[in-house]
């Protein structure tokens, strides 16, 4: 995000809200930074500005290689095409409060504070929960979700949810999954990592996938086996306390807005490429408007109303920079 855009009515700074205006401007744009730096939304989505409608993500398959053609051998013609593509359109997001001519008669300090917090506070959770609900989605093998009355794609540019045992090859026709049944423990962290390494792209050509990231919802017994398992550089099950390789490998990110969107009692965890995904535009998030902030006095009641107005979106292009665990129905990693 890039901030707040603000816009002030005329005769506003003349009027009984003058005073009003600048302290509630910088209240809002204090909360706005640290919802920003707090924010789990840019740990997992690619975040990107956006100056069209709408945009379109695609894949390119990879080439074939150098080719040996000894002294003065001609230069031999290589091969590439398009994969799958994906287009993502902007939503627009409004949302608006009002401070009553009274309040500010009154001098009501702490109601003048509330309204602009609850405001900006829920114009991040909003954008915390969008989030949570594509992966939660996801990893319930959706293709849409409804969110705030709006539909909403999470496919991947293969038209498979984000999550599943049949990602096609767009050139071999061969399918590959990133939907795993194991709970989470650290031989299955060892086989999701070794499966995420071998992911093909298009042409089955081996790719660079190297996952560094764990996430999961806030679930105190995950929290504890996931920490257990990569929190020391010695293997504790072991008489001799065995190095234990996973030490000091991951980042790990525990997203509790993610809990309301999973299933109730289910475990899931995630393992995410974070490079992959930048570079290769796996998880997506656009911010075609950030949030615009503009006040004007209401003719009707004289009360000062500040409204908000953006425009952004997300979803999912190539699979490859994710994979599930936990979710009955997924291939086995451990057999």
Do not use: C
Not at 49 to 60: L, P, R
Not at 243 to 262: C, D, E, K, M, S
Not at 291 to 318: C, M, P, Q
């Amino acid at each position: 995000m890039a901030g707040i855009t603000f816009s002030e009515g005329s005769g506003l700074a003349d009027s009984i809200y003058g005073k009003s205006q600048a302290p509630i401007r910088r209240f809002l744009e204090k909360r706005g930074e640290a919802f920003e730096q707090q924010s789990i939304v840019k740990e997992i989505f690619a975040m990107e500005t956006s100056t069209h409608w709408a945009e379109k993500f695609t894949t390119m398959t990879a080439m074939e290689g150098f080719k040996p053609v000894g002294e003065n051998g001609a230069y031999p013609m290589d091969n590439i095409q398009e994969g799958f593509d994906k287009t993502l359109e902007h939503m627009v997001w409004k949302d608006r409060f009002s401070i009553s001519k009274e309040m500010v008669d009154d001098a009501k300090l702490m109601d003048l504070r509330k309204q602009p917090a609850a405001f900006i506070t829920g114009y991040y959770r909003t954008r915390e929960k969008f989030g949570a609900a594509l992966i939660g989605s996801a990893i319930a093998g959706n293709t849409k979700i409804n969110f705030g009355g709006k539909m909403f794609d999470v496919t991947t540019a293969d038209k498979k949810p984000l999550f599943s045992k049949e990602h096609p090859e767009k050139l071999t026709k061969k399918t590959q999954s990133n939907l795993f049944a194991d709970d989470f423990s650290v031989d299955a962290l060892g086989a999701m990592e070794t499966a995420m390494q071998d992911f093909r792209g298009d042409s089955d050509e081996i790719l660079d996938v190297a996952p560094d990231t764990i996430l999961i919802p806030n679930d105190y017994a995950l929290k504890k086996a996931v920490f257990e398992a990569i929190g020391a550089d010695k293997d504790p099950e072991t008489s001799n306390n065995g190095f234990n390789y996973q030490y000091g490998r991951w980042n790990v990110i525990i997203w509790p807005y993610l809990n309301q969107y999973i299933t109730a009692g289910t475990s899931p965890w995630v393992l995410l490429d974070s490079r992959y995904n930048n570079e290769y535009a796996g998880a997506v998030w656009l911010d075609r408007k950030t949030l615009e902030v503009k006040s004007h006095i209401d003719d009707n009641n004289d009360a000062n109303v500040w409204s908000g107005y953006a425009r952004f979106t997300a979803g999912f292009n190539d699979w490859r920079f994710a994979a599930v665990g936990g979710v009955t129905g997924g291939t086995d990693l451990i057999t």
